[in-house]
T-cell receptor, first 110, second 110 residues
Framework: AAGVIQSPRHLIKEKRETATLKCYPI?????VYWYQQGPGQDPQFLIS???????DKGSIPDRFSAQQFSDYHSELNMSSLELGDSALYFC?????????FGPGTRLTVL | SQQGEEDPQALSIQEGENATMNCSYK?????LQWYRQNSGRGLVHLIL?????REKHSGRLRVTLDTSKKSSSLLITASRAADTASYFC??????????FGKGITLSVRP
């Protein structure tokens, strides 16, 4: 069965640079969620989209933005990267419940 | 995260034994879900229990929900070395975003 696809799987950036993370949901799933998991921490909800519209917002910094496109894939854009942004970034998708998670993008900010 | 607190934080058992992990939450829920995460990898959905359910089974998994105490427990019976992972409970609110608790690290010794 098709799963959630995230790219890239690993990303290394310098401070103050910009990063774009991509998420391709399971076909026919209309909702996408983004979570951030710092080292040794639990995942924290960032933002979600339903039918290409933002549906909920969590603890997402103003430096981050996201959108869902007409083909339902989503991108998380991160600017002015800080050391503390180093984390695993998960995308999840759902039609109903539950949410199915992708493998994550590991972002390292140097 | 202050909600979805798991208890205990780490558990070490012998293969074949049962493992019980507890979780408490603070706000009302639509449903509560349990996820497994192998080291640094994606979150795998295990089981979902709705707010009007008290107990649910799936294979070797048994989850209970006590909404009066705002608590849930996950029981893994006849544990295997492959069950070694971190386990998270996550409460789903109105917009279906998940609020995760601190993970429980389960080690199953062969």
């Amino acid at each position: 069965a098709a799963g959630v696809i995230q790219s890239p799987r690993h990303l290394i950036k310098e401070k103050r640079e910009t990063a774009t993370l991509k998420c391709y949901p399971i076909p026919r799933h209309d909702t996408v969620y983004w979570y951030q998991q710092g080292p040794g921490q639990d995942p924290q909800f960032l933002i979600s989209f339903y039918e290409k519209m933002q549906s909920d917002k969590g603890s997402i910094p103003d430096r981050f933005s996201a959108q869902q496109f007409s083909d339902y894939h989503s991108e998380l854009n991160m600017s002015s990267l800080e050391l503390g942004d180093s984390a695993l970034y998960f995308c999840a998708s759902s039609g109903r419940t539950p949410q199915f998670f992708g493998p994550g993008t590991r972002l390292t900010v140097l | 995260s202050q909600q979805g607190e798991e208890d205990p934080q780490a558990l070490s058992i012998q293969e074949g034994e049962n493992a019980t992990m507890n979780c408490s939450y603070k706000t009302s829920i639509n449903n509560l879900q349990w996820y497994r995460q192998n080291s640094g990898r994606g979150l795998v959905h295990l089981i979902l229990i709705r707010s009007n359910e008290r107990e649910k089974h799936s294979g070797r998994l048994r989850v209970t929900l006590d909404t009066s105490k705002k608590s849930s427990s996950l029981l893994i019976t006849a544990s295997r070395a492959a069950d070694t992972a971190s386990y998270f409970c996550a409460q789903a609110g109105a917009n279906s975003k998940l609020t995760f608790g601190k993970g429980i690290t389960l080690s199953v010794r062969p």
